[in-house]
């Protein structure tokens, strides 16, 4: 069983930072990509930024060179570096571990777990 907590969230105004926090805890052999995925009201979820174990990372276009992903491997951390936040940024952004490995009874699974989701607003 794996749980992932989040933390780092909250109203911010624009042009303002945040740092969004994500520890994976439980029984598990190792993560193969760590990431952040957001979802505004009225829109589909969609892919913030993700980073595999060996530090390949990934962002979308509307992120890239404002926020910057980082993952500490010892720690099962992932972080989310938010600088020059727009309204536009304003969403419930969850992590994700995919690819989590466990073995049970000596057998491996690989599964995918999600966090509960951090509020993030932008506003003035």
């Known amino acids: 069983q794996v749980q992932l907590a989040e933390s780092g969230g909250g109203l911010v105004q624009p042009g303002g930072s945040l740092r969004l926090s994500c520890a994976a805890s439980g029984s598990f052999l190792s993560i193969n990509v760590m990431g952040w995925y957001r979802q505004a009201p009225g829109k589909q979820r969609e892919l913030v930024a993700r980073i595999t174990s060996g530090g390949s990372t990934n962002y979308a276009d509307s992120v890239k060179g404002r926020f910057t992903i980082s993952r500490d491997n010892a720690k099962n951390t992932v972080y989310l570096q938010m600088n020059s936040l727009k309204p536009e940024d304003t969403a419930v952004y969850y992590c994700?571990?995919?690819?989590?490995?466990?073995?049970?009874?000596?057998?491996?699974?690989?599964?995918?777990?999600w966090g509960r989701g951090t509020q993030v607003t932008v506003s003035s």
């Open positions: 994700a571990a995919l690819g989590v490995v466990t073995v049970i009874t000596g057998i491996p699974y690989t599964s995918d777990y």
